[in-house]
């Protein structure tokens, strides 16, 4: 009944801030998202995140990024009380990237993170293959191709 009351309405009314409030769907607003991916980024070091740029940015372009993100997270734009801490930690985070010996060392902290998570990826997923049984679990995974060949050995000795 409400998804009907909900198509009505949508082609009814002039704008979603004129429907009622018993008939708004829930959702999370925007720059709630926007507080909690700043924390979650800058709690992981990972700063060009907290502040939605890219590692190749130039100077203006990051600049520009947290403008942008600074007035999203603002405390008083948001009414979300972690709106302070990741205002503070986007500023922490821009204040590393802006200047360009920090940025330098930054890079090279990142690149090496990165590479020690990727490689404890692929520890991880080794230790699962030991885990499976050596080569017998890896046979028992792939059991359809085991199939397959029992099926052609039995067809051909027939």
């Not at 909900?6 to 429907?19: D, N, R």
């Not at 930690?89 to 010996?101: I, N």
Request: aromatic share 8%.
């Amino acid at each position: 009944m409400r998804v009907a009351v909900l198509v009505i309405a949508a082609c009814v009314a002039p704008a979603a801030s004129a429907w009622p409030s018993w008939l708004r769907l829930p959702r999370r607003e925007q720059r709630d998202r926007k507080v909690s991916r700043v924390l979650e980024h800058f709690k992981n070091g990972e700063y060009y995140g907290a502040l939605g740029a890219k590692p190749k940015d130039t100077p203006q372009q990051l600049k520009k990024a947290y403008r942008a993100m600074a007035m999203a997270v603002h405390p008083d734009k948001v009414a979300d009380s972690r709106a302070a801490s990741a205002f503070d930690a986007l500023r922490d985070a821009y204040d590393v990237l802006s200047e360009p010996m920090a940025r330098a060392q930054y890079d090279q902290q990142r690149a090496y993170r990165l590479q020690q998570e990727k490689l404890a990826k692929h520890e991880r997923r080794a230790d699962r293959t030991e885990k499976a049984g050596g080569v017998a679990g890896q046979v028992w995974r792939h059991k359809f191709y085991v199939g397959l060949a029992w099926v052609l050995v039995k067809t051909l000795l027939a």
